[in-house]
């Protein structure tokens, strides 16, 4: 594997403390937010910038890759050893035709004669309706720098599952994944390509196969996860589990059959969905949250891919939620995420949505901290760094929940609980049957 490991912490076997792998690289901030890199370092627009067409911004995140990886190096540089950073390799087509089809691929890496968009010849009318066609329209544009942000996304995700098959790291965080609406041949939802069913493949060809649980804590649902790895099958032994909690409504994004409560008659209980109701906060997470162990518990992963969105949190312009970050706070984000890494199994968090982009790099700093095993209090001042002034008025690390109603009422939690309960004897069983 191309990695090149810096600032490697002195990691004591003897120690509980998880290794802990960051994945970035300038390549990859640049493909989300060149602007904001400009300033951030100079070397770059002299070496890199000017030479290159990848002029490309994420348009449904602009800039908020840098903000994000700007605030985890201010805290780094204030921890030695606090994680260690891996670069990615991008995707090679390959890679990609791992899950994605050919005519995507050939698409939107601009290899398709028909990708005039991305700089090479074609007819325009040809083009739009490929494009529409790939779902490559309204929220999800095709942009200049496509292909390289097509390549770099998906390579970081991948890079940061082999660090862990590779047992090379316990957790390995990747902010730049989490595109859990991008399909096989379609774009969808901001998602240009499906780098958590490509991270999950990568774990899946481990030899022998290993149990992997995907679960996606964004607001949406995880449609394109969730139907990558449904199965009507009920004579062979899934290794992939799927379990999302987001918000589910008519009219919601995205449209799906999968994204209603889970039925205890399911032909597959191991695509698990749990829609909450508007205002969840973190009294209503740590209500279910049991269940969600239990569902652990009986299916007993080896791996666990946890998808991070921060579109949930109190402040995020969806207004859906009002979920917090504080591990102190029983069902918080940061709560949650502590849990899971401490289940035995490897884990690699990804990012996902969230457009208050200071609350998600907040957040998603924050949890670095909670992976390292010592989470730094939500007090904590923001340090003095070039995006310092955007973290204004509070400039410390809290994303508190606001006022909102949190209309989860505890007799739906508890049906949330007992669909579950019966979902893990279900799984116990199915597992128990096709050993
Ligand atoms: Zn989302």
């Avoid at 409560?261 to 032909?267: F, G, I, K, Y």
Wanted: aromatic letters at 8%.
């Amino acid at each position: 594997m191309d990695c090149e490991p810096e600032n490697t912490s002195p990691h004591d076997a003897a120690s509980k403390q998880k290794r802990v792998a960051y994945v970035v690289s300038e390549d990859l901030v640049k493909v989300s937010d060149h602007r904001v890199l400009l300033k951030a370092t100079p070397a770059y627009i002299r070496t890199r910038y000017h030479n290159s067409q990848v002029a490309s911004l994420l348009p449904s995140n602009r800039f908020r890759s840098a903000l994000v990886h700007q605030l985890v190096a201010a805290f780094a540089r204030e921890r030695p050893g606090w994680i260690r950073i891996i670069r990615p390799t991008a995707a090679t087509a390959k890679d990609l035709l791992t899950y994605h089809d050919m005519e995507y691929v050939g698409f939107v890496l601009g290899d398709a004669p028909q990708a005039s968009r991305f700089g090479v010849q074609g007819d325009l009318q040809d083009t739009r309706s490929i494009s529409a066609e790939l779902g490559l329209e309204d929220d999800c544009p095709p942009f200049k720098g496509l292909p390289a942000y097509v390549r770099m996304i998906a390579g970081a995700s991948m890079t940061a599952a082999r660090s862990l098959r590779d047992n090379e790291s316990d957790v390995a965080i990747c902010w730049d994944g989490g595109r859990h609406h991008a399909r096989k041949s379609r774009a969808s939802g901001f998602c240009y390509v499906a780098d958590c069913v490509l991270a999950i493949l990568v774990l899946k060809k481990i030899n022998p196969r290993p149990k992997i649980m995907y679960i996606d804590l964004d607001l949406h649902f995880s449609d394109a996860v969730s139907e990558a790895f449904v199965s009507t099958s009920t004579s062979t032994q899934p290794t992939v589990l799927t379990l999302s909690i987001h918000h589910a409504t008519r009219g919601f994004f995205p449209a799906s059959e999968l994204s209603g409560l889970t039925s205890v008659d399911t032909a597959d209980p191991f695509t698990i969905s749990v829609p909450l109701e508007r205002g969840a906060s973190a009294k209503s997470y740590a209500h279910i949250w049991e269940s969600v162990e239990e569902v652990k518990a009986a299916f007993d992963p080896e791996y666990v891919v946890v998808q991070c969105g921060g579109d949930g949190l109190a402040g995020d312009p969806c207004a859906v939620f009002n979920w917090c970050i504080d591990v102190e706070e029983k069902g918080s984000m940061g709560w949650c995420v502590g849990r899971i890494l401490e289940w035995k199994s490897k884990t690699l968090l990804l990012g996902g949505g969230g457009y208050n982009h200071t609350n998600t790099a907040r957040a998603w700093a924050y949890l670095v901290s909670v992976a390292t095993g010592d989470p730094l209090p939500v007090g904590t001042d923001i340090p003095d760094h070039r995006t310092f002034p955007q973290y204004q008025p509070s400039f410390t690390l809290d994303v508190p929940a606001g006022n909102m109603r949190d209309e989860n009422t505890n007799e739906y939690l508890n049906e949330v609980k007992s669909t579950l309960n019966v979902l893990s004897a279900r799984i116990r069983e199915r597992l128990a049957a096709n050993p």
